[in-house]
């Protein structure tokens, strides 16, 4: 069964920084890694979505990195933004559904 | 716009009802999906269809009941059975059963028990 962590659980930073973003995955065999923004009391959005032959993908201030056979991905936001604070979910696709972690809860402060 | 549409965004359960989440998509997507999210977890799969009038249980379909009549719409039904239905739920979909496709998700409806 596969088992997907995300550590921190929450993190807050002064705006400017760099985030990184951890998730790890216990069953290399993934068809694709996906991250996800939710607001609060909100749905899920798409941010990145790394099909599992790629090694990265990269969306303006967004950089996901995928290495399977360490079963790790990192998300990269550069240069934080009061309007990042979210939390942020990784989920791996496997045969036919989506393994989701728990999330970062992540806090940018002004 | 293309989307995915859950409805209602509230919904209060009085103890032995059955009630029922709504989901549609003009996504033209052939596979749905709902989950259940519970604060600190991750999202858990519940059921999921991959084409009309076909499904299959989840995770923890357990106290769940769904239909897919119509390619654009995936119901759900909490049932009596549910003994702790308190949650946020997702509904989402996709393109194909291939695997490689993006996931999208509508808005959510919090399920409260009074």
């Known amino acids: 069964k596969q088992e997907v962590t995300q550590i921190p659980a929450a993190l807050s930073v002064p705006e400017g920084e760099n985030l990184v973003l951890n998730c790890s995955f216990t069953d290399s065999a993934i068809y694709n890694l996906q991250w996800f923004r939710q607001d609060p009391g909100k749905g899920l959005t798409s941010l990145l979505l790394i099909q599992s032959s790629q090694r990265e993908q990269t969306s303006g201030r967004l950089n996901a990195s995928l290495d399977k056979s360490s079963g790790r991905s990192t998300l990269y936001i550069a240069a934080s933004q009061p309007g990042d604070s979210a939390t942020y979910l990784c989920a791996v696709r496997g045969a036919y559904k989506l393994s989701f972690g728990a999330g970062t809860t992540v806090t940018v402060r002004a | 716009d293309g989307g995915i549409t859950q409805s209602p965004k509230y919904l209060f359960r009085k103890e032995g009802q059955n009630v029922t989440l709504s989901c549609e998509q003009n996504l033209n997507h052939d596979a749905m999906y709902w989950y259940r999210q519970d604060p600190g977890q991750g999202l858990r799969l519940i059921y999921y269809?991959?084409?009309?009038?076909?499904?299959q249980k989840g995770d923890i379909a357990e106290g769940y009941s769904v239909s897919r009549e119509k390619k654009e719409s995936f119901p759900l039904t909490v049932t009596s059975a549910q003994k702790n239905p308190t949650a946020f739920y997702l509904c989402?979909?996709?393109?194909?059963?291939?695997?490689?496709?993006?996931?999208?998700f509508g808005s959510g409806t919090q399920l409260s028990v009074l």
């Open positions: 989402a979909s996709s393109t194909s059963k291939g695997g490689g496709e993006k996931l999208f």
């Open positions: 269809s991959q084409i009309v009038n076909d499904f």
